[in-house]
């Protein structure tokens, strides 16, 4: 059961360009969405998280937008650059089964990124 | 500063042994993970540490995988009777507290099973 999608395995775009990664979701539960931006050889780096009562933030280049009667979030960077390259990651917080909200991240597939110059 | 640190980076064995996976976590971080990454797939969530004991083992998936903490700090993932589906990366990751931006990954165990 796959709760969080990642559906686009690869997304290719001009330097300057808009960069658009999307991310579905299944669990309703889920409180808190972040994207992970993953480099060959090591592990994956924080980037930006958006509480599920906001539907935007924006961080730099760097904008989530999360829609929950879609159960989707999307990943917006402007300018896109070629050190963007990477695979980006969303994942996803929930509950446990005693109700409490701790760290365990549901993660997506992953999308690769190449930003050409 | 040092960061999440895993040991070995790279580590190739026969179907049937027992591997050990190590995992150093950022100084003073009370929550502990440990995640798995297989070919095309994402990270998958195995078991999560509060300082020494273990609260969620749920993602662990089956009983030839095990793990534990100990002093706090260190953890070591053990498999057992090694499987070719077990080849994946092995990721650890550490937060101050259980706060998802907070997590900091390590470069991972990558386990090949021949």
């Known amino acids: 059961d796959q709760q969080v999608k990642q559906n686009s395995p690869s997304l290719s775009v001009q330097e300057g360009r808009i960069s658009i990664l999307n991310c579905d979701y299944t669990n309703s539960m889920f409180d808190y969405f972040l994207w992970y931006k993953k480099y060959p050889a090591e592990g994956p780096t924080f980037l930006i998280s958006?509480?599920?009562?906001?539907d935007k933030n924006e961080d730099g280049r760097f904008t989530v937008f999360l829609n929950k009667s879609a159960k989707h979030l999307s990943l917006h960077i402007v300018p896109s650059q070629p050190g963007d390259s990477a695979v980006y990651f969303c994942?996803?917080?929930?509950?446990?089964?005693?109700?409490?909200?701790?760290?365990?991240?549901?993660f997506g597939q992953g999308t690769i990124l190449t930003v050409h110059p | 500063g040092a960061g999440v640190s895993q040991s070995p980076s790279n580590k190739v064995t026969e179907k049937g042994k027992d591997v050990e996976l190590r995992c150093d976590p950022i100084?003073?971080?009370?929550?502990l993970y440990w995640y798995r990454q297989s070919l095309g797939q994402g990270l998958e969530f195995l078991i999560y540490?509060?300082?020494?004991?273990?609260?969620?083992k749920s993602g662990l998936p089956s009983d030839r995988f095990s793990a534990e903490r100990t002093g706090g700090s260190v953890s070591t993932l053990t498999i057992q009777r090694t499987q070719q589906e077990d080849s994946a990366v092995y990721l650890c990751?550490?937060?101050?507290?259980?706060?998802?931006?907070?997590?900091?990954f390590g470069p991972g165990t990558r386990l090949t099973v021949l």
């Open positions: 990751a550490s937060s101050l507290s259980p706060r998802p931006n907070e997590q900091f």
């Open positions: 540490f509060q300082g020494n004991s273990a609260p969620d």
């Open positions: 100084s003073g971080h009370t929550a």
């Open positions: 994942a996803a917080r929930g509950y446990n089964a005693g109700g409490t909200s701790y760290g365990k991240l549901t």
């Open positions: 958006i509480s599920s009562i906001k």
